[in-house]
């Protein structure tokens, strides 16, 4: 099986590029690499990180941590998911 972690944050007005170096270090400090990874931005810096596992949906996985209170707008949001494979 292979689960999917999405970790979302958005980062206090101007500081979008300092939270996206912040993730991609805590990125590079997971204890295990993940199958793949994907980053995103999008507009109001926000931050999108994904993360392909080949593991069961209720894994215990290394997770993102949450930024300090003074780079994001509010609480990171996360989802896992289950892949149903690709076309």
Known sequence: MTVALMWEARAV???GAELLAWTEERVRELPVSPLRRETFRAPQDR???ITWWAAPYDADLPELPEPDAELVSRA???WRFESL???
């Open 76 to 78: 990171v949001h996360r």
């Open 85 to 87: 494979g690709g076309r």
């Open 47 to 49: 931050v999108l990180v």
């Open 13 to 15: 007005p101007g500081r």
